[in-house]
């Protein structure tokens, strides 16, 4: 099943300066504003390398990708990275806030390389669809630096916890890097040198991706392109027990736009009770209490205005949520295609209830879909029973920072 590596990344050292200052967010989950400020940074931060600037003369001699090889080249060169001097597998904690509720957790994972491997396998499972355009750039990035600067987030099942309590004992030590991110998580990393006992409680599990899908298949297809290149049939990760108490899901809510105003709220209410029953509610507490009464139904709630409604499936029975509101809200009732969906045509995305609700109160949302978390069983049985979910149906919080540790293949 899984084969897990140890292995000697780069890190910044401390000429590089404070670890705050050069690690970032996922590139996908960095905004045109967030990249300014990491820009501002420090010109050792590594948006320099995963998100760095393009230029109107830009050439195949100098692009965006060339410079980032260079600016990583340069680092090493100049001692802002250095190698690990021995192989190990990296403790990495999360201690953060959940939004919305204000629960504090810390999520215990490990960093790490990881086989390549084919979906056929069986051993690596997605819950997700992919598009072409990131695994295009995020492929030419990779050819360039022959580096991974992030690790994919892959989840497995310990429900004995073995491995976590090989991960609590190491973090009694000082750990090699320690850094709260922009949203206020924590983020420590350890050493564990003597990794073999981890790989053999590894070798009989199977990986979920949970966030990663377009760099996972971009390893697959540079893995595919360089089969003699050592090294490019690794990936690194942070691999995360699903049963550890820490690991949260949040919702994605849907903010729709641009459709005919002449159609809500009444409608659409009068289409949608065709298939639910529709009650106008008053506050998010009761949409949250009937979330909380009945996990086992399709509840959504549906803001429009200062109004609120509460839509509840009458066939719908331990289906997901989010799948219901594509196929029957969005796609039959407001003829939103999984085309423009793909596109983002109408359609825009909220983490949290509260900003959401905001959206349709300011009038800068039609209506606003609010979702309950999906749980990780539902993720775990769509990945292992070979399906896949909607854009956008899971947002694992936090992100794993980018950064931390660096794979580089020569």
């Known amino acids: 099943m899984a ?3 140890p292995f000697q990344p780069y890190r ?3 000429q590089a300066g404070a670890l705050e200052d050069l690690v970032t967010q996922p590139y996908d989950k960095i905004t045109a504003a967030m990249k300014g400020s990491y820009l501002a940074r420090s010109p050792h931060n590594l948006v320099r390398v995963i998100l760095g600037e ?5 050439t195949a001699a100098d692009n965006v990708y060339t410079r980032a090889a260079a600016y990583l080249r340069t680092w090493i060169e100049g001692g802002i990275l250095a190698r690990e001097a021995e192989p ?6 999360q201690e953060f806030t959940v939004p919305d509720t204000g629960e504090r957790l810390v999520r215990q994972g490990f960093i790490a390389l990881g086989a390549v491997e084919d979906y056929a396998a069986g051993v690596v499972h997605r819950h997700e669809q992919t598009l072409s355009g990131p695994k295009k750039d995020r492929l030419e990035l990779l050819q360039a630096t022959h580096a991974h600067c992030g690790q994919i987030f892959m989840l497995y099942a310990d429900p004995a916890g073995a491995i976590d309590c090989l991960l609590e004992e190491a973090a009694q030590a000082t750990p090699l ?6 949203y206020g998580a924590r983020h420590r990393v350890w050493k564990i040198s003597a990794a073999e006992r981890i790989q053999e409680l590894m070798s009989d599990k199977k990986l979920l991706i949970a966030d990663g899908h377009h760099r996972y298949e971009t390893a697959l297809a540079f893995r595919q392109e360089n089969p003699e290149l050592p090294g490019a049939d690794r990936v690194m990760m942070t691999l995360v027990n699903m049963h550890s108490p820490g690991l949260k899901i949040l919702a994605t809510h849907r903010l729709v736009s641009g459709i005919p105003a002449g159609e809500l709220p009444e409608g659409f209410l009068r289409a949608a009770a065709g298939e639910f029953e529709v009650d106008e509610i ?3 507490a009761a949409l949250q209490q009937s979330w909380a009464e009945r996990p086992e139904r399709t509840v959504i709630g549906a803001a429009m205005g200062e109004r609120l409604f509460r839509l509840e499936s009458r066939t ?4 997901l949520d989010v799948r219901v509101l594509h196929e029957v809200l969005l796609g039959r009732v ?9 596109e983002e045509q109408h359609l825009r995305y909220a983490r949290g209830l509260e900003q959401a609700l905001a959206e349709a109160r300011q009038g800068a949302a039609q209506i606003a879909f609010l979702l309950k978390p999906t749980r990780i069983e539902q993720v775990a049985q769509t990945s292992f029973g070979g399906g896949v979910m909607p854009q956008k149906s899971t947002d694992f919080y936090p992100k794993l920072l980018s950064g931390l540790t660096i794979y580089k293949l020569d």
Do not use: K, M, N, Q
């Open 3 to 5: 084969r897990i590596f």
């Open 12 to 14: 910044y050292t401390a």
């Open 54 to 58: 393009r230029h109107p003369t830009d």
């Open 88 to 93: 190990g597998v990296f403790p990495y904690f």
């Open 177 to 182: 890097a320690d850094v709260t991110d922009e």
């Open 282 to 284: 008053d506050t998010l």
């Open 316 to 319: 719908a029975r331990g289906a």
């Open 334 to 342: 407001l003829g939103i295609s999984e085309e423009a969906v793909r």
